[in-house]
């Protein structure tokens, strides 16, 4: 196996936004005017971050969709990714925050 200079251990997460006109009232359903799904979490920024000073690096990913997305980003944006493997006891989390002019809802 080809030595490593850096191997992350740390958080990597796939941000869901959904951008809506009004934050809903407690039973309201409001419909989504954009979707987007964006990446980082600070372990796979430095390990994005290493790999583009010229490091090699590695990095854990959860082996479920998002991992499965994930992975097609870093390679988009030339992190190499032919070390990484699927670890199975790696969890998904979700929550939801919801923001609306000066005001957060977690």
Same mark, same amino acid.
């Given at each position: 196996?080809?030595?490593?200079?850096?191997?992350?251990?740390?958080?990597?997460?796939?941000?869901?936004?959904?951008?809506?006109?009004?934050?809903?009232?407690?039973?309201?359903?409001?419909?989504?005017?954009?979707?987007?799904?964006?990446?980082?979490?600070?372990? =796979?920024?430095?390990?994005?971050?290493?790999?583009?000073?010229?490091?090699?690096? =590695?990095?854990?990913?959860?082996?479920?969709?998002?991992?499965?997305?994930?992975?097609?980003?870093?390679?988009?944006?030339?992190?190499?990714?032919?070390?990484?493997?699927?670890?199975?006891?790696?969890?998904?989390?979700?929550?939801?925050?919801?923001?609306?002019?000066?005001?957060?809802?977690?």
């Amino acid at each position: 196996m080809e030595k490593l200079d850096v191997s992350v251990v740390g958080s990597i997460n796939t941000d869901l936004s959904v951008y809506t006109d009004a934050v809903p009232e407690a039973g309201e359903t409001v419909m989504g005017a954009e979707f987007i799904m964006g990446f980082g979490g600070k372990g =796979a920024n430095q390990c994005v971050a290493t790999q583009f000073l010229g490091s090699k690096s =590695a990095i854990v990913v959860g082996c479920d969709c998002f991992g499965d997305a994930y992975l097609e980003h870093l390679n988009k944006i030339s992190v190499n990714t032919s070390k990484c493997q699927f670890y199975t006891r790696c969890f998904l989390s979700i929550f939801t925050v919801q923001t609306c002019i000066f005001r957060i809802y977690i």
